[in-house]
């Protein structure tokens, strides 16, 4: 009995031009996907002229949930800021920024290193920070300044003191400035917080606060 086989050939010619047409796609050059994209554009709509860097960062930063307090001189600050620490018994304050507790000594208000926290205590933790960043109403640190990762991934409150200098446009401006700043030692970590932490993993439900930083406040300093 004579075996066909016709059909197994035909099989066998369609898959070879399968496997042809795959090795001609390899060879080919493929089409740049997004050739028509400009990566130097800025891409964040522009500031408006009449509301400025700083009014356009307040807008941004409350929309995400974030408190501001502006303050005309750092005197101000340090009277505010003992008032709060006594009314919602933040005393004493972490800290773990060189330049906050050169501050804080200055005015007397008690500070600790230690990040760690009683049973139903909060850790409220005090710093500075690189900039502000007005397009995105964001807080930019880095573990330079701070000394320690754990000073803004840990606490409960993060209180940021900022002047008025220190607010920029957009992202760009962000990595102009660290560049320029940190030329020989550079930030191993750069964090950029936008409003207190926000979880959508309970119950497809967005919480806020329940996993890092549940508060985050901005105490903005006039600079001349």
């Known amino acids: 009995m004579a075996w066909d086989n016709k059909g197994e050939n ?22 740049a996907l997004f050739k028509d ?13 009449e509301d400025g860097t700083a ?4 807008q ?32 004493p304050l972490c800290c773990t920024s060189p330049s906050m507790q050169k501050m804080l000594t200055h005015y007397g208000i008690p500070y600790t290193t230690d990040k760690t926290r009683e049973a139903k205590q909060k850790l409220v933790s005090l710093t500075d920070c690189e900039c502000l960043v007005a397009q995105t109403g964001s807080i930019v640190l880095s573990d330079i300044l701070t000394q320690s990762r754990q000073a803004y991934a840990l606490p409960d409150v993060l209180l940021v003191f ?31 917080i936008t409003g207190p932490s926000r979880t959508t993993e309970i119950e ?21």
């Open 37 to 49: 994209i400009d990566q130097r554009s800025e891409t964040w709509v522009p500031i408006k002229e």
């Open 10 to 31: 035909e099989d066998t010619t369609y898959k070879e031009q399968i496997l042809a047409k795959v090795r001609n796609a390899l060879i080919e050059k493929p089409e």
């Open 162 to 192: 900022a002047t008025t200098k220190q607010i920029v446009n957009g992202m760009k401006d962000v990595f102009v400035l660290l560049k320029k700043k940190y030329q020989t030692e550079k930030p191993s970590q750069v964090a950029i």
């Open 60 to 91: 941004n930063f409350k929309e995400h949930g974030g408190i501001f307090i502006y303050l005309d001189t750092e005197t101000d600050f340090s009277d505010c800021l003992k008032q709060l620490a006594s009314e919602n018994e933040w005393e």
């Open 55 to 58: 009014v356009t960062f307040v």
């Open 204 to 224: 497809q439900t967005l919480v806020i606060g329940a996993s890092g930083i549940r508060q985050v406040a901005v105490f903005l300093v006039e600079e001349d």
